[in-house]
């Protein structure tokens, strides 16, 4: 009836519904699923807001009664990866929905960077390692390359999993059930993982036991993200926003007193120590910078675009992808794989990965030595339009 206006309010990524008079007045909150949304429509009659959210794990649609009061209820079905609903009266008089409904796929490949004389690889053919029907993203292999861990959501919500480096024995590591666990890192000694894990109270920092046990939440709720372990394991790195919302590199301390420091003063996101841990290298936008662990000022590595998520340290230099400049979401490859001298300042290509890939997820890490790379790669990703009938 044109009187009324929904939109969504959203802090740290969780997302509700509000309304409020279209001529001005208070918002009213009418749902409380504090999640990642996908789409909202007001149903014909304006007494139900019908959206698309992740309350239960997969992108679903719902509905809402539009004064707020009473609970959701799952539209029937409507299946996973339900997105932008769209809602009009049909000729009958009953209700139809139309929806977006999205198939994504995507699973963990390894290839080898170099020559392999003994098993007869000449570091060419890239293979699948890790694969389900869902989202099998950011790989990290373990120090002492024993094991794999991952992001996935082959449950229907992400979580943490862990594989032996040849893909078998897969097992979820972590069974959160919130909105968004990823970023896994290894510990130095390969016993310990570190991730972040974003929820109703915003996003912080945990850690787990490789083998066992339930995850520790190490950082306050400060929309910490993208952690990484010093080389001797006193230190975890990560990306957090200062007072004035500027993205800067911390790291707090392992030990039970969980000292914070702030590293960067300029800004600054994903962060490794070099191999000697002398070093530290972290991306600030596209540039990759270098700055003293002991501290001092910072340098500029290389000329070329270094993308957050598409780069690793390893015993041969840092490998990263030469990806272009413009971030969309998923961008077709194949693109070249580089291998940097920190120190000559040199680059030159050791290999390439074919495409598609997905930009939002830090899927790409190299094996300690520098000779097996690792990444996701995106092999199914279609939408379909679909349309529910004869909704009350």
């Not at 996973?80 to 409904?101: C, K, L, N, W, Y």
């Not at 007869?120 to 292999?141: F, M, Y």
């Not at 990965?353 to 790409?364: E, K, L, V």
């Amino acid at each position: 009836d044109g009187k009324q206006v929904a939109f969504l309010r959203c802090i740290v990524g969780n997302c509700d519904i509000y309304t409020m008079p279209l001529g001005g007045g208070r918002p009213r909150r009418i749902t409380h699923d504090e999640c990642s949304f996908s789409g909202l429509t007001w149903t014909p009659d304006g007494r139900s807001i019908v959206y698309s959210s992740r309350r239960r794990g997969s992108y679903m649609m719902w509905r809402m009664d539009a004064t707020g009061s009473g609970q959701p209820d799952q539209i029937p079905a409507s299946a996973d990866g339900a997105r932008f609903p769209m809602a009009a009266r049909s000729p009958s008089g009953h209700t139809r929905i139309v929806f977006e409904q999205h198939v994504h796929d995507s699973n963990i490949w390894r290839q080898r960077l170099t020559p392999d004389a003994a098993n007869g690889k000449n570091g060419v053919g890239p293979e699948r390692l890790i694969a389900s029907t869902r989202l099998d993203s950011s790989p990290q292999i373990s120090p002492d390359g024993r094991r794999i861990v991952f992001a996935s959501d082959r449950t229907g919500y992400d979580e943490i999993w862990i594989a032996d480096a040849d893909g078998g024995n897969q097992r979820a590591l972590t069974s959160m059930r919130v909105q968004l666990t990823g970023s896994p890192r290894w510990s130095p000694d390969s016993n310990r993982v570190a991730f972040d894990a974003l929820t109703r109270d915003g996003r912080a920092i945990f850690l787990i036991d490789a083998s066992a046990g339930e995850p520790q939440r190490w950082t306050p709720w400060i929309d910490a993200g993208r952690p990484s372990w010093s080389r001797d394991a006193r230190w975890i790195y990560y990306g957090a926003p200062d007072s004035a919302g500027h993205s800067q590199v911390w790291k707090i301390s392992t030990a039970p007193d969980r000292t914070v420091q702030q590293v960067t003063g300029d800004g600054g996101f994903e962060a490794y120590e070099s191999m000697d841990g002398r070093t530290l290298y972290y991306c600030k936008g596209s540039e990759l910078r270098r700055r003293p662990t002991a501290g001092g000022a910072w340098s500029r590595v290389t000329d070329r675009i270094v993308s957050h998520g598409w780069w690793s340290v390893s015993a041969a230099g840092i490998h990263f992808a030469g990806l272009p400049p413009y971030n969309l979401p998923v961008t077709d490859g194949p693109f070249p794989v580089f291998l940097l001298d920190p120190v000559a300042g040199s680059v030159r290509q050791v290999n390439s990965i074919d495409g598609p890939i997905m930009r939002t997820t830090p899927d790409f890490t190299v094996s300690a030595d520098g000779k097996m790379l690792f990444y996701s790669r995106l092999e199914v990703s279609t939408s379909q339009i679909r349309m529910l009938e004869g909704q009350p």
